[in-house]
């Protein structure tokens, strides 16, 4: 355990839906990530929170929409996803941003048909 | 942010000392980190050194670095089944204040 909770941990979904998977942290902590951990590539950052605010956006497509409405919640809003974005996606957080010491949590899987 | 290269395999014998090795291009980093992945679980953060260090002990983990040569070691000693997973090293790049992750190396322990 963590801290960190990833929910749902696995998700199908076909090209034209939309899905959201959530992320919440009980470490008190003012930092949120999120990665995607595919075979082909190692660990892409995709956006930062610090304080509640986006501090890093990582060239990802509008596809991928991301939101923080406090400091413990983060979500990874996805809609008309690819195939190739099929990957775990990984959820940390930190006591501030700018630091390595990430706590991750488990990953949701999601699968893209 | 910079390359972090490591070696994607890595195979030892229970008992033995394993070690991970890891390359980095940013001679500006000021931490380095030692993640580990369980199968089925997110990264967990085993240990990490400042970069004005040599050499880091933690229990059955030492971490080396060599800054000349931008090169980064985990030495587990006493290698138990226990440790197979996939090791990540990371550096904290001063330029973007962001963390960079190597490839992973998959640690296979034998019996």
């Known amino acids: 355990e963590t801290g960190v909770t990833q929910t749902p941990r696995h998700l199908v979904m076909g090209m034209t839906n939309k899905k959201s998977l959530k992320c919440e942290q009980h470490?008190?902590?003012?930092?949120m990530y999120w990665y995607k951990q595919s075979a082909k590539k190692p660990l892409e950052l995709m956006f930062v929170?610090?304080?509640?605010?986006?501090?890093e956006n990582n060239s990802v497509p509008s596809r991928f929409s991301p939101e923080c409405p406090n400091s413990s919640h983060l979500f990874l809003h996805l809609h008309t996803l690819q195939p190739e974005d099929s990957a775990l996606y990984l959820c940390?957080?930190?006591?501030?941003?700018?630091?390595?010491?990430?706590?991750f949590g488990e990953g949701s899987r999601l699968t893209v048909l | 942010g910079e390359d972090v290269e490591q070696s994607l395999f890595l195979s030892v014998r229970e008992g033995d000392s394993s070690v991970i090795n890891c390359t980095y291009t940013?001679?500006?980093?000021?931490?380095l980190y030692w993640y580990k992945q369980e199968p089925g679980a997110g990264l967990q953060l085993l240990t990490y050194?400042?970069?004005?260090?040599d050499m880091k002990q933690d229990q059955r983990l030492t971490v080396l670095l060599n800054k000349k040569d931008k090169h980064l070691s985990l030495r587990i000693a006493d290698t138990q089944t226990g440790d197979s997973a996939i090791y990540f090293c990371?550096?904290?790049?001063?330029?973007?204040?962001?963390?960079?992750f190597g490839g992973g190396t998959r640690l296979m322990v034998k019996p």
């Open positions: 050194i400042f970069s004005n260090m």
């Open positions: 990371a550096e904290l790049w001063n330029a973007g204040n962001m963390l960079t």
């Open positions: 470490l008190g902590h003012n930092a």
């Open positions: 929170y610090s304080l509640e605010e986006r501090v």
């Open positions: 940390a957080s930190s006591q501030e941003y700018g630091t390595g010491e990430l706590f």
């Open positions: 940013d001679s500006s980093s000021t931490y």
